[in-house]
């Protein structure tokens, strides 16, 4: 079966490092992959979609990196902030026609000053 | 930007009641979603549309049923809502694949 995976336990970094995320997923063969971010008792927010022919996408201080080889997205904030705390999630389009995305379990990050 | 609208965001009911939660976006979008959040089990699809009067079956369409019959709104339904139905619930629409959803603030229901 299609499975996202990413790390549930919470990634704790001092202010001004870089965080980075993993996504793994297995059975997919993803033609794009997307990243969120989520705070508590509020909806997902988009971030940055990344396409399989992209090898890295950059928006200010975020980088999306995509390696289907090894079917895996990392997600790094460099430059962190007390204000980039928040859960992080990836996700997949189960048929690649942009109307069934299947989230991962999401990431928190805690970034402490 | 665009706004996904939710109509209640706490909401209270009974078991057996039929609830109604209401969704309305500004931007036009053709596609529409609602999914269910629960602590460890993570985002859920129940059900999507990508136009007026369509609907597909998500992940976890059981207990539920949609309508579409404005572009702009798309509406969940529980028929007879359970315990098990307690839940956040978000709505998010899209234009195309190539853009990311828009998600609503949330409903967090709680069936007693």
């Known amino acids: 079966s299609q499975k996202i995976e990413q790390n549930s336990e919470a990634l704790n970094i001092q202010e001004g490092k870089t965080a980075t995320l993993t996504c793994n997923y297995t059975?997919?063969?993803?033609?794009?992959l997307q990243w969120y971010r989520q705070d508590p008792g509020r909806g997902p927010v988009f971030l940055l979609l990344?396409?399989?022919?992209?090898k890295e996408k950059r928006k200010e201080r975020l980088k999306v990196t995509f390696d289907t080889t090894l079917k895996q997205s990392l997600f790094h904030i460099t430059a962190s902030q007390p204000a980039d705390s928040a859960t992080y999630l990836c996700?997949?389009?189960?048929?690649?026609?942009?109307?069934?995305?299947?989230f991962g379990g999401g990431t928190r990050l805690m970034v402490k000053p | 930007d665009v706004k996904v609208t939710q109509s209640s965001r706490y909401l209270v009911k009974r078991t057996g009641e039929k609830v109604f939660l209401e969704c309305v976006q500004d931007m036009d979008h053709e596609n529409m979603f609602w999914y269910r959040q629960d602590p460890g089990l993570g985002l859920r699809l129940i059900y999507f549309?990508?136009?007026?009067?369509?609907?597909e079956k998500g992940d976890i369409p059981e207990g539920y049923s949609v309508s579409r019959e404005k572009k702009e709104r798309f509406s969940l339904i529980l028929e007879s809502a359970s315990t098990n139905q307690t839940s956040m619930y978000l709505c998010?629409?899209?234009?195309?694949?190539?853009?990311?959803?828009?998600f609503g603030s949330g409903t967090r229901l709680t069936v007693v």
């Open positions: 998010a629409s899209s234009l195309t694949v190539n853009y990311g959803y828009t």
């Open positions: 059975n997919y063969s993803p033609a794009y």
């Open positions: 990344i396409r399989e022919n992209e």
């Open positions: 549309s990508y136009d007026v009067k369509m609907k």
């Open positions: 996700a997949l389009d189960q048929n690649n026609a942009g109307n069934m995305l299947t």
